[in-house]
């Protein structure tokens, strides 16, 4: 059990467009799930934490304009990149807990490559 | 905020041998302290785990130690294989939000 899901695995898009990624806990429902950046070689950058039904929580330097986070769902968060840029290109992951303390169940991850 | 610190950025050792990383965190608050092995372009996967009421967590051939006082924690793993070669990240939470240290490049030699 505990699998976590994320669409597109990889995306390559024009810099100007905006791109969706969705983040699936498939066999539980999470109470939170979190969005990553990671940049080749690298440690996970927490992005913004996403809570069912209300608004995300973004870390300090994040844009939130630009990144648009809903969780619409307890098992569905997307995290939408807008009017992307080469600099947005990294390796976005997803991560899911079912309650507080539990272990994070990481998702695959997403490579958005932006021309 | 909280800051996780990991040492070394690199480590090689030869197959058999132990390889040890260490990660120190800076907010006392900070009870969960998980370590995960991530290998190239994948998801990174829980090795093992220790939560701030406990000192010691052993499975198999990894282990973890965790220091309150000091604030450090410790990866060991014991009898090393060509197969855990990985990076490693060390991570603190609170209250649910995780801070990440930089990582660890494991590489075993046969």
């Known amino acids: 059990g505990a699998v976590v899901s994320q669409h597109p695995s990889w995306v390559i898009c024009k810099s100007g467009t905006s791109v969706k990624i969705e983040c699936r806990s498939l066999?539980?429902?999470?109470?939170?799930m979190f969005w990553y950046r990671q940049f080749p070689k690298q440690s996970l950058m927490l992005m913004a934490t996403?809570?069912?039904?209300?608004?995300?929580?973004?870390e300090q330097g994040v844009e939130k304009d630009k990144f648009l986070i809903n969780h619409a769902s307890l098992t569905l968060s997307t995290l939408t990149v807008t009017s992307a840029h080469p600099e947005d290109s990294s390796f976005y992951i997803c991560s899911a807990v079912r309650s507080r303390g539990d272990e994070q169940y990481f998702g695959p991850g997403t490579r958005l490559t932006v021309t | 905020g909280e800051n996780v610190e990991q040492h070394p950025s690199t480590l090689s050792v030869q197959e058999g041998d132990s390889a040890v990383i260490k990660c120190t965190y800076s907010d006392s608050a900070s009870n969960y302290f998980p370590w995960y092995k991530q290998e190239l372009g994948k998801r990174p996967q829980l090795i093992i785990d220790i939560r701030s009421n406990v000192g010691e967590k052993k499975d198999q051939r990894i282990a973890v130690t965790l220091n309150k006082t000091a604030k450090h924690f410790s990866l060991h793993i014991t009898e090393t294989q060509p197969e855990d070669s990985a990076v490693y990240f060390c991570?603190?939470?609170?209250?649910?939000?995780?801070?990440f240290g930089d990582g660890t490049t494991l590489t075993v030699k046969p």
């Open positions: 991570a603190a939470f609170k209250s649910g939000k995780s801070t």
């Open positions: 066999d539980f429902q999470a109470t939170t």
């Open positions: 996403s809570n069912e039904g209300s608004k995300a929580t973004y």
